[in-house]
T-cell receptor, first 114, second 115 residues
Framework: NAGVMQNPRHLVRRRGQEARLRCSPM?????VYWYRQLPEEGLKFMVYLQKENIIDESGMPKERFSAEFPKEGPSILRIQQVVRGDSAAYFC????????????FGPGTRLTVL | AQSVTQLDSQVPVFEEAPVELRCNYSSSVSVYLFWYVQYPNQGLQLLLK??????LVKGINGFEAEFNKSQTSFHLRKPSVHISDTAEYFC?????????????FGSGTQLTVLP
């Protein structure tokens, strides 16, 4: 059973461009969590999704950020009009049932905004 | 809301020496507690977790942690470290009940094992 997959692993964007980060959960997992890790900091929760539903987006910035988890395909974290402050590592975790004790993390996408 | 404080940002230690990484948390409700390890340019790997029961929890790679409710602490220990233990270690909590499912992380402790 393959682990949580994220791509791309590294993404470089210029200010004002869009960034699309993809997360493929483990097989059989229908719950996805996105976290952001700024340099020298711990991970901060962004959003929790189930298939086709956003359950908790309390950690998402109000503007430019959106997330989806369609019925088919990976979960997507989309950042519009990126700024330098968006440079960070973005981690996805998945679980088969709701609950943090069963969250499995992907390797992350490192976004660099020039 | 919960918060997690990892008191040491960097811990250098010689190989085969014991190590303790400190974690304190603040929460108005009961929480589950976790330690994760992050190797360079990789994702997080669960080391151990406390959900209920015995307050001494054993995890992978010889690590253990003790939950102390009165001191709101969950310190991580290993009696003898190896070079391969060099990594970033994160303490995290989440509420036991309610709809919140996300983890709240500390800022991390970089453990460097010296030869």
């Amino acid at each position: 059973n393959a682990g949580v997959m994220q791509n791309p692993r590294h993404l470089v964007r210029r200010r004002g461009q869009e960034a699309r980060l993809r997360c493929s959960p483990m097989k059989g997992h229908s719950h996805v969590y996105w976290y952001r890790q700024l340099p020298e900091e711990g991970l901060k929760f962004m959003v929790y999704l189930q298939k086709e539903n956003i359950i908790d987006e309390s950690g998402m910035p109000k503007e430019r950020f959106s997330a989806e988890f369609p019925k088919e395909g990976p979960s997507i974290l989309r950042i519009q009009q990126v700024v330098r402050g968006d440079s960070a590592a973005y981690f996805c975790a998945s679980s088969p049932v709701p609950g943090p004790d069963t969250q499995y993390f992907g390797p992350g996408t490192r976004l660099t905004v020039l | 809301a919960q918060s997690v404080t990892q008191l040491d940002s960097q811990v250098p230690v010689f190989e085969e020496a014991p190590v303790e990484l400190r974690c304190n948390y603040s929460s108005s409700v009961s929480v589950y507690l976790f330690w994760y390890v992050q190797y360079p340019n990789q994702g997080l790997q669960l080391l151990l977790k406390y959900l209920s029961g015995s307050t001494l929890v054993k995890g992978i790679n010889g690590f253990e942690a003790e939950f102390n409710k009165s001191q709101t602490s969950f310190h991580l220990r290993k009696p003898s470290v190896h070079i391969s233990d060099t990594a970033e270690y994160f303490c995290a909590v989440t509420p036991v009940s309610g709809s919140a499912r996300q983890l709240t992380f500390g800022s991390g402790t970089q453990l460097t094992v010296l030869p």
